[in-house]
């Protein structure tokens, strides 16, 4: 007989029963206190978590307070001597809003304040020699360091927090560069104000250089700080932040169901015993491992965001408003965080790229691609052009429904800046070398021609002449003639001296007369204008006339056409130029030849996109417009007065 089956014979099944169930509530107390710890160390994380963010925000804040102090020391010269404080500290003043007063003190004293408005009584203040405040001041010599002193009440009233940045020339001190910060301000830029009252007690402290006794600069709640209170230590300032939680610990949430739940398993049975031991293992092991994976994301996320050297957005794809964006995005277009997250990307998209921009995000969403790059432009808030490279990848995945979208942003206007200096000296050269050959054409062989034509009608005077070597001069006149006018009217159609003084419309007619003298198509020029031509620039007007002339050229020569019909016309602030023919047309695509290049780069840089057709009709049509006015003045008085009145993404 085995020991089990002695221990049923020689046992009550009551007695085996309050045995199994003693041991389930031994382990469901044991549950229990896993439970409450796993609590109690994730609301420690949570308290270090909000810690640690607050000292990143103060950390954040004092950076740009010490690259203001040290662009200031940069205002004293070898000599010692200050210059262009004002300009510069204005400037840095506009720039940021972290700092209220910046002082430069030499050997101490205050010497420079900005803006002296409301500080004249700091002026001639000698920190050094004030044994209630020198202290830090020495420290901060001592250290050769960006220092912080305060909170305390400056001598033009008010409470704040002073860094001096020691300045030295040749190793000698000469004295400060300083930035004043009122704690108010100190407080809501770190986020220390936005923490305080919510889920945690927050407080700020300081070892008082004088007394060495610790100072609190935020109201105290009764019992906070303590001895387990979660603190960090800004060694800039020598500050101390306290964190703890409202209310401490409510762990017992936690404690009171597991319990009734290890009564209920105990009264069950006992064979849970194992699964039960292993479980709360388990999930404290997993919890852990989120937990850490969490953070590290978390952090690994908002470095890359708030830390890149191009901009990032994070957009939602249904509405098209900003979510986030990171401060280069924001730098790169004039904006504030603030105005960012209240725009939608098509409020400063311009509206020529704009239809490409909402194309491409709807074939993201139904799913035909899985992202996309574009070079486009954007309009900042000043109203000026931006050229930017996005690339844009979805938050999304298949079969999940859209949400939102991540676009990086890069700026490429130098890019483009260079490419247009590039067009614009190709095309200058071209009209210097086209002038150069009409010269050569109308002052070289033009004449030797005449001469040629001279001399051949010499030859019908001679007497005796045999008819057939008569017909034949008569011939060699004609050809001489015909080349010589085609020469001259080649040389007219390739001088551009006088085209600036001319207008649009009489440049277009004396086109329409050269190409009617040397074709036999019946080429019609159909203007309607109704600007003055004073308001048409001459980027404008000049890139319009070499265009229809490059394309009425292309008919001449390779359409076979015997009819062509120039349109140029004004609607609105906008000039169109169609130019339609009834000859063979295009079998495949344009080919990128120098003459089609020229065009599309005339047409791109005076802001205009060259369309093209080939009607059932049979010919070809190739059509543009562009305004009036050059794209960077139209740009400018063509955005929208306010947010509201741009397209929105629908």
């Known amino acids: 007989m085995s020991r089990l089956e002695k221990l049923k014979k020689t046992k009550k099944p009551a007695t085996v029963a309050v045995v199994s169930a003693m041991l389930l509530l031994l382990m469901g107390a044991y549950a229990t206190y896993l439970s409450y710890k796993i609590g109690w160390k994730e609301h420690e994380r949570e308290t270090v978590r909000t810690l640690q963010r607050l000292e990143e925000q103060v950390e954040h804040a004092l950076s740009y307070c010490n690259s203001a102090a040290l662009l200031l020391a940069y205002t004293v010269d070898d000599n010692g001597v200050a210059t262009n404080f004002d300009s510069v500290a204005k400037s840095l003043m506009t720039a940021a809003s972290y700092y209220d007063v910046l002082e430069l003190q030499a050997n101490g004293v205050i010497t420079h304040i900005y803006p002296m408005t409301g500080n004249e009584s700091a002026m001639g203040y000698d920190i050094l020699q004030d044994p209630n405040r020198n202290k830090e ?23 704040a927090i002073v860094g001096r940045l020691p300045i030295f020339i040749d190793n000698n001190f000469w004295g400060f560069s300083a930035v004043i910060i009122s704690l108010e301000k100190f407080l809501n830029n770190s ?29 105290r709640k009764e019992g906070y700080p303590n001895s387990a209170s979660e603190k960090v230590v800004i060694s800039q300032g020598g500050w101390v932040l306290y964190v703890d939680p409202v209310g401490g610990f409510t762990g017992w949430v936690f404690v009171i169901p597991m319990g009734i739940l290890s009564m209920c398993l105990a009264i069950v049975g006992g064979f849970f015993i194992n699964e039960l031991l292993k479980r709360p293992r388990e999930l404290e092991r997993q919890l852990v491992e989120h937990s850490e994976e969490l953070i590290k994301s978390e952090r690994k996320f908002r470095s890359i965001f708030e830390q890149a050297a191009i901009g990032v957005a994070h ?145 019908v005077n001679v007497l005796n002449s045999p008819p057939d070597l008569m017909e034949r001069i008569a011939q060699l006149i004609a050809t001489i003639k015909k080349v010589t006018n085609d020469t001259r009217g080649l040389s007219h159609n390739l001088l551009s001296a006088d085209m600036n003084e001319m207008t649009l419309v009489d440049l277009l007619n004396r086109l329409e007369h050269q190409l009617k003298s040397l074709s036999a198509v019946d080429l019609r020029m159909e203007v309607h204008l109704e ?31 015997t009819f062509a019909v120039i349109s140029v016309e004004q609607i609105g602030d906008q000039i169109f130029v169609t130019v339609r023919d009834n000859g063979v047309g295009l079998k495949n695509e344009p080919r990128e030849g120098i003459g089609w290049y020229n065009i599309k780069s005339r047409i791109s840089k005076i802001g205009g996109r060259l369309e093209y057709n080939q009607p059932d009709s049979g010919g070809l049509e190739v059509s543009f417009h562009v305004p009036i006015l050059e794209p960077a003045v139209y740009s400018t008085l063509h955005q929208p007065s306010s947010p509201n009145e741009a397209r929105p993404l629908i």
């Not at 001041?137 to 909170?151: D, S, T």
């Not at 923490?195 to 100072?215: C, D, L, M, R, S």
């Not at 990307?345 to 709807?362: A, G, V």
């Not at 490419?419 to 002052?443: F, M, T, V």
Request: glycine residues 6%; aromatic residues 8%.
């Open 137 to 159: 001041a020495l420290k901060a010599i001592e250290r050769k360091h960006m220092y912080y002193a305060g909170p305390f009440e400056l001598k033009q009233g008010g409470q």
């Open 191 to 219: 986020g220390i104000d936005q923490v305080t009252g919510g889920k945690y007690h927050v407080q700020f402290a300081k070892i008082n250089p004088n007394t060495g006794e610790e100072e609190f600069f935020l109201p």
């Open 315 to 459: 957009v939602n794809v249904m509405t098209g408003h900003y979510l986030a964006v990171n401060q280069r995005f924001c730098e790169m277009l004039g904006y504030n965080e603030e105005e960012m997250m209240s725009l939608s990307f098509s409020q400063i998209t311009h509206r020529d790229d704009l239809e490409e921009s909402i194309n491409n995000l709807m074939d993201l969403r139904n799913g035909d691609i899985l992202e996309f790059s574009l070079e486009k432009r954007f309009i900042r808030k000043n109203g000026t052009q931006v050229w930017a490279n996005v690339t844009v990848s979805p938050m999304w995945k298949q079969p999940e429904l859209p949400s939102s979208y991540i676009a990086i942003v890069e700026d490429i206007s130098e890019k483009k800046n260079f490419q247009e200096r590039i067009l614009e000296s190709s095309l200058q050269a071209q009209e210097r070398e086209k002038n150069r050959i009409a010269r050569e054409l109308h002052d070289g062989i033009v004449q030797e021609l005449v001469a040629c034509g001279i001399q051949a009608e010499s030859l």
């Open 531 to 561: 600007c003055d031509d004073d308001l048409i620039s001459k980027a404008v007007k000049i890139n319009i006339y070499r265009a229809v002339q490059e394309l009425t050229t292309n008919i001449i020569k390779h359409a076979s056409a």
